[in-house]
């Protein structure tokens, strides 16, 4: 059990490290944005990147295929693992009306 929550963090920093690389290179201003990690169950984890509103289409791309290049990255990645991996990419606007705000 040991060995699997070792793999399971390793999994989840070396997903969040790209990803954190990725969005500063492609948004304008990564000073205001956030990533959160939440481990869903077992083996499957939801990335959450909430951005300023102008950087979301940035990071989403023309026709999604921005977002959909690099969900596919980390689609395959967790699979090599065995981990199943999700990723939304929203403003803080969009974050607060979730939340009710």
Not at 37 to 48: D, H, W
Not at 54 to 75: H, Q
Request: hydrophobic fraction near 50%; charge should be positive.
């Amino acid at each position: 059990m040991r060995g699997k929550v070792f793999a399971m963090e390793a999994v989840t920093q070396n997903l969040k490290a790209f990803l954190q690389y990725v969005a500063v290179h492609l948004i304008e201003d990564p000073s205001k944005a956030t990533l959160k990690v939440a481990e869903l169950g077992p083996n499957k984890l939801r990335f959450k990147l909430i951005l300023a509103g102008s950087d979301v289409a940035l990071m989403i791309g023309r026709n999604g295929f921005t977002a959909s290049a690099i969900r596919s990255l980390m689609k395959v990645a967790g699979e090599k693992v065995g981990v199943q991996v999700s990723l939304l990419i929203h403003s803080h606007e969009e974050e607060a009306q979730m939340r009710g705000a």
